[in-house]
């Protein structure tokens, strides 16, 4: 075996055992981290940094724009779900008549989310290509397809991204269901 398959193996071994700590955290009295906890029907969507913690409406998300981040929050106790980057949401508004029958069914007034992290390697989902209407991996460039699922459209990636079911309550996005398949990546 050459030296550069031994270094990947190690390497993707490394990344593989780094983030399989962070799946299943808990406290030091051995209890789950509700920061980590996946998203849940009923929570609320929030972004990052916002100290306020100001429920995201459909109209915080510009029609056709760039992805936003978002992470889910608890409505009766605002612990905000952030305590493991699997929880990283991207969230796009799209023209409804513009969607998958089954993306339709997920969105909220156009608004669709999806995991942050790339199905490949785990790389984040960074860049929005405007001119094609998909996601993007920066670091392998796999292309998803928001309109569709997150299907792949191109690239390394071998399943589309996990979507996260939304509604609209009250005028606010809330979490509809679980995430629609395993969030992470393949590692091998």
Sequence with gaps: MSDACTRRAVLKAGIGLGL??????????????????RPKEGDLLVKPGDSRKTPLTPDDVPVGARQ??????????????????????ILLRLDPTALAPGTRARAADGVVAYTAICTHNGCDIDDWLADQHVLSCS??????????GAR???GPAPRMLPALPLK???GTLVVAGPFTARVGFEVG
């Design 20 to 37: 399989g700590s962070r799946l299943t955290p808990t406290s030091a009295e051995g209890q789950e981290d509700p920061t980590a906890i």
């Design 68 to 89: 936003i981040m978002a992470w889910a929050m608890d409505p009766s106790d605002r612990i905000v779900r952030s305590g493991s980057r699997l929880n990283q949401l």
């Design 139 to 148: 670091c392998h460039f796999s292309t998803f397809d928001p309109r569709d």
């Design 152 to 154: 792949v459209v191109d």
């Design 168 to 170: 609209v309550v009250d």
